[in-house]
């Protein structure tokens, strides 16, 4: 019988998608942001819940498209300070056998070749449980940071086309099986075996021998959160796994279908695996799990869900009136997460203030609210209903609602034969085929 796949998604960073969570009486982030400790302690709980990885959501920059937005960032504590999270990964690998890393790094200011290195060691070093969410960087901040020029939203794609091309290349010149460690010929890599990239593009050039070899899982697997038009051929051409930002069940499952319709227009067969996020809130009844989620948004500024949607979508949402629609918007920020912003609400586009206040929240996400029995069946129900292979969970706080959602939730679909109750493989992509 088919499982449902699980992803834990977490930020490096005072607080992962709810605005505001480091002021809750019971998180701990904030406070353990610095600590290996702490981020142990979330990895041997994520593992225990049989999920298939961490999901390691990140930007680079501050968000500055809203007038003020990087203080107010910076005063809330939204998403910032912002670390790097590779850094995180040996750290809690040391502390689990099975558990997948999925971490972002954009195409934009790490040349093909370094990424492949970063990703590469990371990937062996941990024996095949590193996946790369491959981003185009759409937040204007991040290539003013880098000092490079933004290109337009298709073109971003045409380069990273380019950039996918060279990794390709630089993995498949070093097999592992080069390494032949003969002590008696004094051999230890059949330079043979070893080819060297050739590479020149309309964007990037490589011109290297590769210096990492492949990892037991062969290379990193690929997630990918392409949503708009160029960004889901990107996406079905090059991803694993697609990770997707749709509010209701219908979106979720139009979006499985284009997913499926845009593979089948490339020729390929093994179309990606998708995962939608969502932000459950568990209470012991519904009427508990309705009032924390009340309680858990009144806390929200409604400037920290403006600027981290303006952010998003590259347009100050500060000049709007709050209270009309937000509709008749261009971008060439994010085209996709702005579509399915438009399409949270049935039957009419949101006002501003409603997609602020659900951004600040849950990062456009799908919110499910009611008992854990609630909570597992509508887990199912949007699995069934939308087609997806998974769900990337957002906690609200941390790591309360991690624990919540691994003891109490989990243990439902176990006993439904809807999880697995434990690991076929030691890697990431094994995992990921159970």
Known sequence: ??????????????????????????????????????????????????????????????????????????????????????ALIPIMAAVTRYLGFGVTLSTAGTPPFLAVRRLGTLDNLTGGRVAWNVVTSHVGGDFRALGLTQLGHDERYDQADEYMEICYRLWDAFPRDAIVADRGKKIFVDADRVNKVEYEGKYLKCHAYPVTMCSPQGRPLIFQAGQSGRGMHFATTHADAIYALQPRIESMARFVKNIRAASHDIGKTNEPKVFFGIQPVIGGTEAEALQRRQELADAIPIEAGLNRLSGMIGIDLGKYDLDLPLENIETNASRGLLAATLDSIEGRAPTVREAALHWGMSYGMAQMVGTPEQIATKIENYWRESGCYGFNISPTVSPTSIIDFAEQVVPILQKRGLMRTEYADTTFRGNLSQ
């Open 1 to 86: 019988m088919p499982h449902i796949h699980f992803n834990q998604i977490l930020v490096f960073s005072p607080i992962t998608h709810m605005q505001m969570a480091w002021a809750q009486p019971d998180d701990e982030q904030a406070q353990g942001l610095t600590s290996p400790a702490y981020w142990q302690k979330l990895a041997k709980i994520i593992e225990s819940a049989c999920f298939d990885g961490v999901f390691f959501a990140d930007t680079m920059s501050v968000p500055d498209d809203l007038a003020d937005g990087a203080r107010v960032a910076m005063q809330l504590g939204a998403q910032y300070p912002r670390q790097d999270p590779f």
